[in-house]
């Protein structure tokens, strides 16, 4: 934390976390802190992400790298709690090298697990065994390499390094998983030949893996800026989700500090990313989901399709319950709000500001996903703005209704509105609270 003349405290470690089930437009809040940030961290979960970001016309859609590499001088970090495929990391510096952007500083955490192939197969054939249950994973891997994490049998990328260390440990996991695959009639692997492609991998990219958590340390010593692009959201959260539809890390702020090798005193400020009205991807519990013209509306306008599956995502109307649950747990100390911009032109706009369960009324989010799936939303209602305020520069510049709408938001969560979003575009970006930039 930095003091100012005055006594203005510019926060400079800040967390970006998102405050739904994912897509809230933590990518673009990322890249726009980063213009005045010098370090930007990913520290969990991996290329199942999909952050998009745009500026000078352009788009970019992220998944392994952190948002900052946009900026020449920002340094960016894979922490030690990702999970990480490297041929996709590699890909994807190829991808947006072919797209104008080269010499990009980014460090992979020696201590980061590794996606293996047979993580890829092992999280199509849990989805199968699953059936009518089946959580709409991004059949990225994650859940699967989290489980060898846990298991003590993972990949790390130190390990990619030393040959002899990597075909001992790809040895113990396919001890297991190949009787496995050959149970659901899958083809095997071969320890030589996986050990030998990773291998290859490690080298590759052995200029960047580093022990990021002494950088990250000193960095911090440093006094930089440094913001935590967070991925997913909490409602995704292994711990705090909609268990069991949820991820395999949890994409809480209370995590950065776990997974980025820092201690949590050094975390200044937790802005919470929320769109201004509700979506999820893949299956699982949604109380607000609406299915109708309005949502076939905002999904348009919103271009709510996955940046890393294509799915259509649900929509729903924004869910007060789930944005005071995130405040809580992420200890969010301001919001940023995104895709504002969609909602102008309709004519009602509504929040839900408690749930029904079995006559009572509730203002929290049950733990028993049978019950959660009971709730019925109560809402408060809004009358919609006309005017487009995707241009839009200034809070005072916004329509009445508009301004009801945010006031709203604010007093259900808890928490004040920090950055306002009112388009993809990096310049589509409002700061309300200067401290932090
Ligand atoms: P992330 O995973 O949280 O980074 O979010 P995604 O990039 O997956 O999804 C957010 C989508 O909304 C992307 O297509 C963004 O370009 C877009 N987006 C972000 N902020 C705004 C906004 O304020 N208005 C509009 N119209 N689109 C936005
Ligand atoms: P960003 O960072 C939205 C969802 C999947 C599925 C569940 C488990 O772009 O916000 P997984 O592949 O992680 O085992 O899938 O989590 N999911 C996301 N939804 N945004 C994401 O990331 C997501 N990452 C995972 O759709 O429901
Ligand atoms: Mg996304």
Known sequence: MI?????MILANTIVVVGMQ???????????????KADVVVRCQGGNNAGHSVYFDYKKFALHLLPSGVFNPRVINIMASGMVVHPKALLAEIEQISHQGINDIQVYLSDRAHVVMPYHLVLDELIERVR????????????????????ARFGIRVC?????????????????????????????TFDAQALTNEYHHYGMQLRHRIADTGVMLRQLIKENKYILFEGAQGSMLCLDHGTYPFVTSSSPTATSVPL?????????????????????????????????????STIRERGKEYGTTTGRPRRIGWLDSVVLRYGAQINGTTGLALTLLDVLSGMDELKICVAYRLDGNIIHHVP?????????????????????????????????ENCKKYLQAIEAYTETKIAVLSLGPDRTQTVVLDPSIQ
């Open 3 to 7: 003091m100012l003349s005055g006594g």
């Open 21 to 35: 089930w994912g897509d809230e437009g933590k990518g673009k809040i990322t890249d726009f802190l980063a213009g």
């Open 131 to 150: 059936g009518a249950d089946a959580i709409g994973t991004t059949k990225k891997g994650i859940g699967p390499a989290y489980m060898d994490k846990t």
């Open 159 to 187: 390990d990619l390094l030393d040959e002899t260390r990597l075909l001992n440990q790809i040895s113990v996991a396919l001890a297991f998983y190949n009787p496995v695959l050959v149970a659901f009639g899958s083809e």
């Open 259 to 295: 997974n980025a090798g820092i201690a949590p005193r050094e975390i200044n400020q937790v802005i919470g990313v929320t769109k201004a009205y509700s979506t999820r991807v893949g299956a699982g519990v949604f109380p607000t989901e609406i299915t109708d013209q309005i949502a």
């Open 367 to 399: 733990a028993k996903y049978q019950d959660y799936l009971r709730v019925e939303p109560i809402y408060d209602s809004f009358q919609g703005w006309k005017e487009d305020i995707s241009a839009i520069t200034s809070y005072e510049s916004l329509p």
